[in-house]
T-cell receptor, first 116, second 114 residues
């Protein structure tokens, strides 16, 4: 089974621009979560989508947004980029929850965003 | 105070040593616990997943969860140079619809030298 894929893998943008990152989950997985990883703050939760609905949102400004499509693929968008948005953006997919069990999250390789 | 505390190390051990990695947490609503391994410039790789207090073993890895003490551990037996990576603890399930949100420790950098 193919793993989680993320595109692009590397991105360089200028302050003020906007960026869209893409994530394709493992086949059959309907839950997609996004995380930001920086050396100072570690891994921080951005948001989670399940069946095209945002179920959870982390403590990030409204410049960070996302969506999920009917095929479970997800995108996240960051508008008006700031230098502090430079980070590794990770996507994780999961079967979600069923019969009281919460399934594991599997991560993609990430998109490394550099804002100059 | 962070919800999840993990000693960042770095931790350096000789090949063959037993490694102990630990995390403490403050939110008693966490219900499930994971350990991830992350190599440099890669995404985290799931090592262990546990849903209750007790031990779980998988090959050279053993995960322990003590919910009463809010403490989890990962033991690596017969450590190998290929185990050199950053190890992240993660936990979730803090009530309501928060099941898809994982809260991570800062990660422990481990180096196993030959």
């Amino acid at each position: 089974k193919a793993g989680v894929t993320q595109t692009p893998r590397y991105l360089i943008k200028t302050r003020g621009q906007q960026v869209t990152l893409s994530c394709s989950p493992i086949s059959g997985h309907r839950s997609v979560s996004w995380y930001q990883q920086t050396p100072g703050q570690g891994l921080q939760f951005l948001f989670e989508y399940f069946s095209e609905t945002q179920r959870n949102k982390g403590n990030f400004p409204g410049r960070f947004s996302g969506r999920q499509f009917s095929n479970s693929r997800s995108e996240m968008n960051v508008s008006t980029l700031e230098l502090g948005d430079s980070a590794l953006y990770l996507c994780a997919s999961s079967l979600g929850m069923a019969s009281g069990r919460v399934y594991e999250q599997y991560f993609g390789p990430g998109t490394r965003l550099t804002v100059t | 105070q962070k919800e999840v505390e993990q000693d960042p190390g770095p931790l350096s051990v000789p090949e063959g040593a037993i490694v102990s990695l630990n995390c403490t947490y403050s939110n008693s609503a966490f219900q499930y616990f994971m350990w991830y391994r992350q190599y440099s410039r890669k995404g985290p790789e799931l090592l262990m997943y546990t849903y209750s207090s007790g031990n779980k073993e998988d090959g050279r890895f053993t995960a322990q969860v003590d919910k009463s003490s809010k403490y989890i551990s990962l033991f690596i037996r017969d450590s190998q140079p290929s185990d050199s990576a950053t190890y992240l603890c993660a936990m979730g399930g803090a009530g309501g619809t928060s099941y898809g949100k994982l809260t991570f420790g800062q990660g422990t950098i481990l180096t196993v030298h030959p």
